[in-house]
């Protein structure tokens, strides 16, 4: 029979198993794509895309950088951060929407391109809260015992997959990517570092609202697809982007209640970063000033997994919050897919 006095012990390395951050880095290509440049290839203009989006540039590969190319920079960076060596990585979570092939995972072509030889490495597809879902993933096995360290990885290229002659799209999205190094030993009970509590929910009914129609199983990609244009992203912005307020909204709400938290107990709020609107919809309703909010959009638009990570590392490396602070972030994206995590950093 399971003893109260090793119920206590167990609960208290429990404790001190959450995952915690140990070094992030990021990654983006250094092709600006101006608004001014897209006024030239569609019906737009800075303004309209200003105003409407709040972006002003995006980042876009060059011919021959993919995915896994920026993976596996951001990857190392947060590798360096940490002073972790690659073949002391244990496993390595990534998340994309823009895998570089569709066998084997884009984490497959990372690892290989890190070094990072003895580590597991599997992609997750949760579009825009990918990375998140990566991140709690990676937390419940860190929990388990199952391993000592995970580089969670947010990569896209979504230039590979954006109809650039589609305005309603091409001006919003943009490449990049994110990592952390998430150790084992996050004693967060006791006031250390490390994750408070995650959320994920889903809604696979309305997965048609943003998707690639074709190039895949259902519909694999011929002459007839690609004439339709058929492999790139669709998308209809508005029912997305009123779902999009209320399901970071109801999320945060419920993964500050896990961690048994306010909003006012939160330093810096860290949002997906899809339209300055949104953005603003949702610190509205949730009673989030300015200044507690972390905003990046305007230089790189919406680079779907890969936004958290990036400004997470920038917040990190600013040091916007103060040692002990916490930041909730928050994402929503294709499923429709969304989640939620309360960290201390
Ligand atoms: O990260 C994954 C989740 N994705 C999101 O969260 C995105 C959510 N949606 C959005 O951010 C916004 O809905 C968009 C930025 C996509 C669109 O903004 P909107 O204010 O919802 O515009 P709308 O779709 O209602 O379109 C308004 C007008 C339309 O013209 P009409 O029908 O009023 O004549 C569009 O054709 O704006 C037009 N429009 C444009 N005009 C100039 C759409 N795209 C553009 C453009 N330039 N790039």
Known sequence: MRSQAAGIISDQKQAQRQGFIRG????VPDRVLTNAELEKMVDTSDEWIRTRSGIRERRICADGEDTADLAARAGSKALSDAGVEPIDVDLIVLSTATPDHLLPSTACETQARLGAHRAAAFDVSAACAGWLYGVAIADGLLKAELFENALVIGAEKMSAIIDYTDRSTCVLFGDGAGAALLGSGGDVANGGTGLLATHMQTDGRCAQMLWRPAGGAAMPSTSETQSERLEFVKQEGRDVFKRAVLAMEESSRIVLGKAGMTIDDIDLVIPHQANIRIIES???????DRERLYINI???GNTSSASIPIALDEVRRNEMVPPGGTVLM??????????????RL
Do not use: M, N, P
Not at 24 to 27: E, F, K, N, R
Not at 282 to 287: E, P, S, T, V, Y
């Open 282 to 288: 949702l610190a509205k309703r949730l009673g989030v």
């Open 298 to 300: 305007d230089r790189y």
């Open 24 to 27: 992030t880095g990021l990654a």
């Open 330 to 343: 928050t994402a929503f994206g294709g499923g429709l897919a969304w989640g939620s995590a309360v960290l």
